[in-house]
Protein backbone atom coordinates (compact mmCIF):
# COMPACT_ATOMS: atom_id res chain seq x y z
CA UNK A 1 0.00 0.00 0.00
CA UNK A 2 1.11 3.50 -1.51
CA UNK A 3 2.00 5.83 1.54
CA UNK A 4 0.16 8.91 1.29
CA UNK A 5 2.06 12.54 0.70
CA UNK A 6 2.04 14.97 3.14
CA UNK A 7 0.70 17.96 1.21
CA UNK A 8 2.63 20.74 3.62
CA UNK A 9 5.51 19.35 2.42
CA UNK A 10 5.15 19.97 -0.97
CA UNK A 11 5.90 23.03 -3.10
CA UNK A 12 3.46 26.11 -2.32
CA UNK A 13 2.26 25.81 -5.95
CA UNK A 14 1.53 21.89 -5.82
CA UNK A 15 -0.51 22.37 -2.66
CA UNK A 16 -3.63 23.69 -4.44
CA UNK A 17 -5.60 24.05 -8.12
CA UNK A 18 -6.86 26.95 -9.17
CA UNK A 19 -10.18 27.17 -11.43
CA UNK A 20 -11.19 30.42 -13.92
CA UNK A 21 -14.26 30.97 -13.00
CA UNK A 22 -14.60 34.25 -15.41
CA UNK A 23 -11.92 36.83 -16.42
CA UNK A 24 -9.70 37.35 -13.98
CA UNK A 25 -12.14 35.31 -11.20
CA UNK A 26 -10.59 32.20 -9.87
CA UNK A 27 -11.65 29.78 -7.11
CA UNK A 28 -8.63 28.06 -5.48
CA UNK A 29 -9.29 24.53 -4.28
CA UNK A 30 -6.73 23.22 -1.27
CA UNK A 31 -5.73 19.56 -1.75
CA UNK A 32 -7.20 17.77 1.42
CA UNK A 33 -9.38 15.31 2.20
CA UNK A 34 -12.00 16.90 3.64
CA UNK A 35 -14.27 17.59 0.45
CA UNK A 36 -16.50 19.90 2.50
CA UNK A 37 -13.28 22.60 3.47
CA UNK A 38 -13.84 26.23 1.64
CA UNK A 39 -12.57 27.48 -0.73
CA UNK A 40 -11.22 31.15 -1.57
CA UNK A 41 -12.49 33.47 -4.60
CA UNK A 42 -9.81 35.60 -5.97
CA UNK A 43 -11.18 38.68 -8.38
CA UNK A 44 -8.45 40.66 -9.52
CA UNK A 45 -9.40 44.44 -10.37
CA UNK A 46 -6.67 46.74 -12.41
CA UNK A 47 -5.28 47.96 -9.10
CA UNK A 48 -6.21 45.77 -6.33
CA UNK A 49 -7.07 41.92 -5.68
CA UNK A 50 -9.92 40.72 -3.50
CA UNK A 51 -9.91 37.69 -1.71
CA UNK A 52 -13.15 36.60 -0.94
CA UNK A 53 -12.61 34.58 2.33
CA UNK A 54 -9.51 33.08 3.19
CA UNK A 55 -10.57 30.09 4.66
CA UNK A 56 -9.53 27.94 7.38
CA UNK A 57 -7.05 25.70 4.52
CA UNK A 58 -4.32 24.32 6.22
CA UNK A 59 -1.88 25.88 3.71
CA UNK A 60 -0.91 29.69 3.25
CA UNK A 61 -3.59 31.17 1.11
CA UNK A 62 -1.66 34.15 0.88
CA UNK A 63 1.32 32.92 -0.28
CA UNK A 64 0.18 30.93 -2.62
CA UNK A 65 -2.07 33.67 -4.23
CA UNK A 66 1.09 36.00 -4.50
CA UNK A 67 3.20 33.16 -6.31
CA UNK A 68 0.57 31.56 -8.45
CA UNK A 69 -2.67 33.75 -8.75
CA UNK A 70 -1.59 37.36 -9.18
CA UNK A 71 0.85 40.72 -8.65
CA UNK A 72 -1.81 43.03 -7.44
CA UNK A 73 -2.17 44.62 -4.02
CA UNK A 74 -4.34 42.04 -2.28
CA UNK A 75 -7.67 43.19 -0.06
CA UNK A 76 -9.48 40.73 2.14
CA UNK A 77 -13.18 40.39 1.94
CA UNK A 78 -15.36 38.22 4.51
CA UNK A 79 -18.69 37.07 3.16
CA UNK A 80 -19.09 35.74 7.55
CA UNK A 81 -17.53 35.60 10.58
CA UNK A 82 -17.10 31.78 11.10
CA UNK A 83 -13.56 30.37 11.50
CA UNK A 84 -13.96 28.37 7.98
CA UNK A 85 -14.07 31.21 6.29
CA UNK A 86 -12.17 33.71 8.55
CA UNK A 87 -9.28 31.94 10.24
CA UNK A 88 -6.49 32.72 7.60
CA UNK A 89 -7.17 36.32 7.73
CA UNK A 90 -4.31 36.42 9.82
CA UNK A 91 -2.14 35.72 6.76
CA UNK A 92 -2.75 38.94 5.38
CA UNK A 93 -1.19 41.33 7.68
CA UNK A 94 -1.20 44.73 6.60
CA UNK A 95 -3.90 44.20 4.11
CA UNK A 96 -7.38 45.75 4.11
CA UNK A 97 -10.17 43.54 5.40
CA UNK A 98 -13.56 44.09 4.92
CA UNK A 99 -16.28 42.95 7.08
CA UNK A 100 -19.74 43.76 8.80
CA UNK A 101 -19.38 45.16 12.29
CA UNK A 102 -21.66 42.19 13.52
CA UNK A 103 -19.09 40.17 11.54
CA UNK A 104 -16.19 41.55 13.37
CA UNK A 105 -17.79 41.49 16.57
CA UNK A 106 -18.50 37.42 16.19
CA UNK A 107 -14.72 36.79 14.99
CA UNK A 108 -13.44 39.02 18.22
CA UNK A 109 -15.75 36.77 20.11
CA UNK A 110 -15.04 33.69 18.73
CA UNK A 111 -11.54 33.80 18.98
CA UNK A 112 -11.69 34.51 22.52
CA UNK A 113 -13.66 31.51 23.73
CA UNK A 114 -13.91 29.20 20.64
CA UNK A 115 -15.86 26.15 20.71
CA UNK A 116 -14.79 22.99 21.87
CA UNK A 117 -12.80 21.53 18.86
CA UNK A 118 -12.51 24.35 17.25
CA UNK A 119 -9.69 25.62 18.44
CA UNK A 120 -7.62 25.79 15.58
CA UNK A 121 -9.87 28.74 14.30
CA UNK A 122 -8.86 31.17 17.13
CA UNK A 123 -5.94 32.88 15.03
CA UNK A 124 -4.91 35.84 15.43
CA UNK A 125 -6.67 39.07 14.42
CA UNK A 126 -3.79 41.13 13.75
CA UNK A 127 -5.95 43.78 11.58
CA UNK A 128 -8.27 46.66 12.09
CA UNK A 129 -11.46 46.13 9.56
CA UNK A 130 -12.51 48.39 7.30
CA UNK A 131 -16.35 48.35 8.21
CA UNK A 132 -19.12 47.66 5.27
CA UNK A 133 -22.76 47.52 5.02
CA UNK A 134 -25.38 46.90 2.38
CA UNK A 135 -24.78 48.93 -0.47
CA UNK A 136 -21.47 49.62 -0.30
CA UNK A 137 -19.37 49.35 -3.41
CA UNK A 138 -15.29 48.57 -3.30
CA UNK A 139 -13.57 49.59 -5.91
CA UNK A 140 -10.81 47.20 -7.37
CA UNK A 141 -10.24 49.43 -9.74
CA UNK A 142 -12.15 48.90 -13.16
CA UNK A 143 -13.93 46.06 -11.45
CA UNK A 144 -16.27 47.12 -8.71
CA UNK A 145 -18.12 44.95 -6.02
CA UNK A 146 -21.16 45.72 -4.40
CA UNK A 147 -22.14 44.50 -1.01
CA UNK A 148 -25.54 42.93 -0.76
CA UNK A 149 -27.32 42.94 2.51
CA UNK A 150 -27.92 39.44 3.21
CA UNK A 151 -30.39 39.07 6.22
CA UNK A 152 -28.28 36.71 7.69
CA UNK A 153 -30.39 33.55 7.98
CA UNK A 154 -26.75 30.77 8.19
CA UNK A 155 -24.86 33.29 9.63
CA UNK A 156 -26.35 36.77 11.26
CA UNK A 157 -22.78 38.44 9.91
CA UNK A 158 -23.74 37.68 6.29
CA UNK A 159 -23.27 39.85 3.04
CA UNK A 160 -22.57 38.97 -0.58
CA UNK A 161 -20.75 40.45 -3.18
CA UNK A 162 -21.62 41.31 -6.70
CA UNK A 163 -19.11 41.59 -9.19
CA UNK A 164 -20.79 44.38 -11.31
CA UNK A 165 -18.01 43.68 -14.34
CA UNK A 166 -18.92 39.80 -15.06
CA UNK A 167 -21.92 39.44 -12.74
CA UNK A 168 -20.78 36.97 -10.23
CA UNK A 169 -22.39 36.80 -7.09
CA UNK A 170 -20.45 35.78 -4.02
CA UNK A 171 -22.69 34.23 -1.24
CA UNK A 172 -20.87 32.61 1.56
CA UNK A 173 -22.95 29.54 3.20
CA UNK A 174 -25.99 31.67 2.58
CA UNK A 175 -26.32 30.07 -0.76
CA UNK A 176 -24.15 27.23 -1.98
CA UNK A 177 -24.67 23.65 -4.12
CA UNK A 178 -24.18 21.77 -0.77
CA UNK A 179 -26.62 22.25 1.46
CA UNK A 180 -27.66 25.39 3.37
CA UNK A 181 -27.91 24.99 7.00
CA UNK A 182 -30.92 27.15 8.25
CA UNK A 183 -31.99 25.31 11.04
CA UNK A 184 -29.56 25.67 14.00
CA UNK A 185 -30.29 27.27 17.44
CA UNK A 186 -27.83 30.20 17.11
CA UNK A 187 -30.44 32.66 15.20
CA UNK A 188 -33.86 34.01 15.89
CA UNK A 189 -34.62 34.43 12.57
CA UNK A 190 -33.56 31.19 11.09
CA UNK A 191 -36.99 29.98 10.06
CA UNK A 192 -37.35 28.57 6.28
CA UNK A 193 -40.04 31.52 5.88
CA UNK A 194 -37.73 33.95 6.57
CA UNK A 195 -34.61 32.01 4.21
CA UNK A 196 -37.30 31.86 1.22
CA UNK A 197 -37.97 35.85 2.01
CA UNK A 198 -34.41 36.40 1.75
CA UNK A 199 -33.55 34.43 -1.21
CA UNK A 200 -36.60 36.45 -3.16
CA UNK A 201 -34.84 39.83 -1.77
CA UNK A 202 -31.87 38.74 -3.11
CA UNK A 203 -32.94 37.62 -6.39
CA UNK A 204 -34.77 40.88 -7.38
CA UNK A 205 -31.95 42.51 -6.18
CA UNK A 206 -29.37 40.88 -8.99
CA UNK A 207 -32.04 40.09 -11.51
CA UNK A 208 -30.44 40.63 -14.98
CA UNK A 209 -27.10 41.22 -13.29
CA UNK A 210 -25.58 38.09 -12.04
CA UNK A 211 -24.73 35.53 -14.52
CA UNK A 212 -22.99 33.22 -12.27
CA UNK A 213 -22.98 32.15 -8.07
CA UNK A 214 -19.88 31.26 -6.56
CA UNK A 215 -20.08 29.85 -3.36
CA UNK A 216 -16.95 28.45 -1.31
CA UNK A 217 -18.26 25.04 -0.61
CA UNK A 218 -19.37 22.02 -2.72
CA UNK A 219 -19.09 23.76 -6.06
CA UNK A 220 -18.44 26.88 -7.79
CA UNK A 221 -20.06 28.33 -9.92
CA UNK A 222 -23.58 27.27 -9.73
CA UNK A 223 -26.22 28.67 -12.24
CA UNK A 224 -28.56 31.93 -11.11
CA UNK A 225 -31.50 29.66 -11.76
CA UNK A 226 -30.66 27.42 -8.39
CA UNK A 227 -32.02 31.20 -6.71
CA UNK A 228 -35.18 29.73 -7.93
CA UNK A 229 -34.76 26.25 -7.36
CA UNK A 230 -34.26 26.90 -3.70
CA UNK A 231 -36.94 29.52 -3.52
CA UNK A 232 -39.38 26.90 -4.64
CA UNK A 233 -37.50 24.21 -2.18
CA UNK A 234 -38.37 26.42 0.69
CA UNK A 235 -42.22 26.94 -0.67
CA UNK A 236 -42.16 22.97 -0.93
CA UNK A 237 -41.71 22.70 2.76
CA UNK A 238 -43.88 25.49 4.01
CA UNK A 239 -46.71 24.04 1.80
CA UNK A 240 -46.23 20.56 4.08
CA UNK A 241 -44.02 18.22 2.49
CA UNK A 242 -41.32 17.44 4.91
CA UNK A 243 -37.27 16.98 4.65
CA UNK A 244 -35.70 13.70 5.06
CA UNK A 245 -35.01 12.75 8.57
CA UNK A 246 -31.32 11.35 7.72
CA UNK A 247 -29.35 15.00 7.52
CA UNK A 248 -25.89 13.68 7.10
CA UNK A 249 -24.25 15.91 4.79
CA UNK A 250 -20.63 16.38 3.80
CA UNK A 251 -20.24 19.21 6.78
CA UNK A 252 -21.19 17.12 9.88
CA UNK A 253 -18.19 16.33 12.03
CA UNK A 254 -15.65 18.93 10.52
CA UNK A 255 -12.88 19.58 13.12
CA UNK A 256 -9.96 21.73 11.49
CA UNK A 257 -7.81 20.00 13.95
CA UNK A 258 -8.00 16.91 11.91
CA UNK A 259 -6.68 18.14 8.61
CA UNK A 260 -3.72 16.76 9.29
CA UNK A 261 -4.40 13.51 10.94
CA UNK A 262 -4.91 10.80 7.76
CA UNK A 263 -6.72 9.55 6.74
CA UNK A 264 -9.64 11.65 7.66
CA UNK A 265 -12.12 10.03 9.44
CA UNK A 266 -15.53 11.22 11.03
CA UNK A 267 -17.00 9.65 14.03
CA UNK A 268 -21.03 10.22 14.52
CA UNK A 269 -20.22 10.16 18.36
CA UNK A 270 -17.94 13.52 17.96
CA UNK A 271 -20.35 15.70 16.10
CA UNK A 272 -18.98 19.62 15.60
CA UNK A 273 -21.33 20.59 13.44
CA UNK A 274 -23.40 23.81 15.35
CA UNK A 275 -26.77 22.56 13.19
CA UNK A 276 -25.94 18.84 14.14
CA UNK A 277 -24.78 19.10 17.51
CA UNK A 278 -27.40 20.95 18.56
CA UNK A 279 -30.25 19.28 16.63
CA UNK A 280 -29.46 15.52 15.39
CA UNK A 281 -30.30 14.05 18.81
CA UNK A 282 -33.69 15.95 19.38
CA UNK A 283 -34.96 14.72 16.39
CA UNK A 284 -35.58 18.08 14.66
CA UNK A 285 -32.91 18.52 11.59
CA UNK A 286 -34.36 17.07 8.46
CA UNK A 287 -33.08 18.28 4.77
CA UNK A 288 -35.05 18.98 1.70
CA UNK A 289 -33.55 18.21 -1.72
CA UNK A 290 -35.37 19.85 -4.99
CA UNK A 291 -33.90 20.27 -8.35
CA UNK A 292 -30.06 19.93 -7.07
CA UNK A 293 -30.76 22.02 -4.21
CA UNK A 294 -30.41 21.26 -0.41
CA UNK A 295 -31.44 22.97 2.20
CA UNK A 296 -31.30 21.97 6.26
CA UNK A 297 -33.60 23.18 8.76
CA UNK A 298 -35.24 23.03 12.05
CA UNK A 299 -38.74 21.30 11.51
CA UNK A 300 -40.29 23.33 14.50
CA UNK A 301 -39.06 26.55 12.37
CA UNK A 302 -40.71 26.55 9.05
CA UNK A 303 -42.17 29.99 9.83
CA UNK A 304 -41.97 33.37 11.13
CA UNK A 305 -44.64 32.81 13.52
CA UNK A 306 -42.76 29.63 15.04
CA UNK A 307 -39.92 31.71 16.33
CA UNK A 308 -40.09 33.48 19.86
CA UNK A 309 -38.86 37.04 18.39
CA UNK A 310 -39.52 38.30 21.83
Given at each position: ????????????????????????????????????????????????????????????????????????????????????????????????????????????????????????????????????????????????????????????????YLD???????????????????????????????????????????????????????????????????IEN????????????????????????????????????????????????????????????????????VFL??????
Amino acid sequence: MSEKINVLELPIEKQFMKRLVKPDTWILNGFVEDCAAPHPHVVIGDKYAAVVDTTDLPYNVREYVEKCVTDKPLIVLCSHSHGDHTANNYQFEGCPVYCTQICWEEMQASRKNPRPGMEAWATPLNYEPTIIKGGDIIDLGGRQLEVIDFNGCHSASSVAYLDLKYGCLFTGDEFEGGQVLVGGAASKLNSVEFYRDNLVKLRDTVAGRATCICPPHNGSPLDPQTLDNMIENCERIMSGIPGMEDVSSMSYGRNPQSYHNLPFTRDPDEINDGMARLERGKGTALRSEWKGTSIVYNRNRVFLKDLDLS
